[in-house]
């Protein structure tokens, strides 16, 4: 089983409001990971936790705010954003694969939240 | 600086025949790499994966070979059927602390295949 969820699909919301975006897996993978996609360009890395401690901020503003409750949810608080902060935000999370060479993980990606930012 | 690069926007392959999709990066810390297929408001679905030590990882109709010398990987679809139509990713991971890996996505390549 390789399912990460995330709510709510679609979200539209005004510059002054407060929002958050959740993820979840019941996977037992250690590491959890936001990534922004906007139309027609790759998934970019925002944050990575890791053992629920963030372990990378790809200096993201602080008007994004991640929180890592427990080892299985991922929440992103969402705070006086901009319209062109408008676009899919993914979730994923890891597992080790055991392979030739180390280990390494294979990431899983949720369905995404749709935000628009009015 | 884009570090994973995939040149070819969309590719167009009939039915049947094979899809050969293509991947370049430039960091040589990247160790492990990775495609994935999306479709539209969809997250990306894991396909294949090769680790640095190898040169071809095969499952089904999805084989992906490395070639490190050229930092080059690409992605062979055979045979190709109109379900693969969709946007392929490649990925490129590197180890960042222990424990803790970065993935960096390529700009992906739209596949139409044509029934």
């Known amino acids: 089983d390789t399912e990460v969820t995330q709510t709510p699909k679609h979200l539209v919301m005004g510059m002054t409001n407060k929002k958050s975006l959740k993820c979840e897996q019941h996977?037992?993978?250690?590491?959890m990971y936001w990534y922004k996609q906007k139309a027609k360009k790759p998934p970019e890395l925002m944050f990575v936790y890791s053992y629920e401690k963030l372990s990378i901020n790809e200096s993201v503003p602080s008007r994004f705010s991640p929180e890592c409750p427990n080892s299985s949810l991922l929440n992103l608080h969402l705070h006086a954003l901009q319209p062109e902060d408008s676009a899919l935000y993914l979730c994923?999370?890891?597992?080790?694969?055991?392979?030739?060479?180390?280990?390494?993980?294979?990431?899983?990606f949720g369905p995404g939240t749709r935000l628009l930012v009015l | 600086d884009q570090q994973v690069k995939q040149n070819s926007p969309s590719l167009s392959v009939q039915e049947g025949r094979i899809s050969i999709l293509n991947c370049d990066y430039t960091n040589s810390m990247f160790d492990y790499f990775l495609w994935y297929k999306k479709y539209p408001a969809e997250g990306p679905t894991f396909l294949i994966s090769?680790?640095?030590?190898?040169d071809k990882n095969e499952d089904g109709r999805f084989t992906v070979f490395l070639n490190k010398s050229a930092k080059h990987l690409s992605l062979h679809i055979v045979p190709s059927q109109p379900g693969d139509s969709a946007v392929y990713f490649c990925a490129a991971s590197a180890t960042v602390t222990s424990g803790t890996y970065k993935y960096i996505f390529g700009t992906g390549t739209r596949l139409k295949v044509l029934a």
């Open positions: 996977m037992g993978h250690r590491a």
């Open positions: 994923a999370s890891s597992r080790k694969v055991g392979l030739a060479g180390g280990n390494k993980e294979t990431q899983y």
């Open positions: 090769i680790s640095s030590i190898k």
